[in-house]
């Protein structure tokens, strides 16, 4: 049995997985909205393939509850998925997973047989060892004896949350050696997987985490400062360059038939966002300050990332009139996904109208009621791509979703910036 904590992306997608592997799971979160909803069988963010597999499981072998102390009482396994957003510094904010591990770790019932506490939120190296494991030892328990505790990093991405959790690249585990215990309930949970388990110190497995997730926001970084470099010189084919630096051999799988995942990254557009890679790739950073180090790559990929936003809002100054009305397309940190959190339309938007643009009009086609409930502008709203491009004189891509790309001889009969460069060269 299996309790899992917190059922946003990686919360409910790491409960219907291991449902899915036959495994009985609770789910358990604390916002009511959101637990009434999937008790409903609604999912509350879109994610393909979540849905169908929440109707099939859901109080089958996945339940909603509120019985935190039953849920975690029955569980060998408890898994905590909460949010870890960055503090103003820049620091992570590690208070949901202290409030949620004070929660189980103060029920009596939890202290009868060893069970093992695994942490999926994404954490900065050295966190379990140096901050986790002194709150869970303030209970009085014996980790490695009457409770295990391990640091278990998740790398899907959204919009193939499914996929990638069901069939992952690698499981990463970081626990103490001698922990047999503990490796007993990874083998049994996480061998239906069929994925190379890596167990390591609980500090190599926060380090892979956020090596992952820098290295993804460096290369995009890389290719913007590129860009901008392009931009100014002129008469340079960016899109055709980026897409000729990609044909280097050296990117694709051996069988040479097509370009690996990862080469993707190495593209242009006006910048990166979602809830991942500008939090952890800032919180990396605050960490290496904190211990005195000069992280100069990774305060040039923030830094890069502002930029280049600014950069390409002064092509829209000098090419674009006040009165212009400005179709904005694309709310969603990117295509197939209404995630609209760090999006960099958010900012655009922001940055138009505080220079003065006042006629904007913003489509989506999953994105638009995320984005008016959680930012207030005073902007209008489209019904469709076509009402978006009838009222605008001025087009601007800031998603590279396959409806745009389908429309895109129609696109270039207004003024069109394509900051994503997804319209072909
Ligand atoms: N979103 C991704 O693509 C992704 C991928 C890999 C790792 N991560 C990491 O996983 C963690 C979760 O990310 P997410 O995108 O799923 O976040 P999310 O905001 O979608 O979900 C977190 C959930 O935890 C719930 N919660 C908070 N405190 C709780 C408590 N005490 N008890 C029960 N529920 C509680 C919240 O209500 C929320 O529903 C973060 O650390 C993130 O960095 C995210
Ligand atoms: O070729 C690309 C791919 C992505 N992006 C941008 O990069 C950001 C992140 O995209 P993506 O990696 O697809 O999204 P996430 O779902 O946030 O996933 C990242 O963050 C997760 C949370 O930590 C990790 O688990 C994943 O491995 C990691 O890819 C977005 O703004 C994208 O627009 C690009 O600009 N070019």
Redesign the pocket.
Known sequence: MITVIGLG??GLTTALGFAEKGFTVYGIDIDEKKVNQLIEGELPFHEPHLAEKLKYHLNNNFFITDDLQHASSTSELIIYCVGTPNDKNGKVDLSYIFHSLEQTLSLQELKDKYRLLLIKS?VPPSTLETKIKPFVESFNVKIGKEIGIASN?????????WD?FINPDRIVIGIDEEDKKGFTLINKYYKPFHSPIFSVTPNTAEFI?YL??TL??T??SF?NEQSMLAHTLGNIEIAKAFEVLQLDKRWFTTDKSKPVNMA??????????????PK?TQALLTLNKELQLTPSILEGVVLTNQKIKTFLLEKIKKEVDKEEVIGILGLA???N?D?VR???SKEFIEKLYDEGYRNIIAYDPLAINNFKSNFNYNIKYAKSLHDTIEKSSTLIVL??WEEFILQKDRLKEKKLFDF?YCLGY
């Open positions: 992306f990686v994404t990093p998740e790398f899907l991405r959204e919009g193939n949350a990638d985490k992952s997730n993804l926001s290369l995009i290719s993707k990254y190495v593209y242009p557009g006006c910048g990166f966002g979602g809830y991942c890679l952890d940190f990117k295509p996904s995630d760090e999006s960099p998603c590279q994503r």
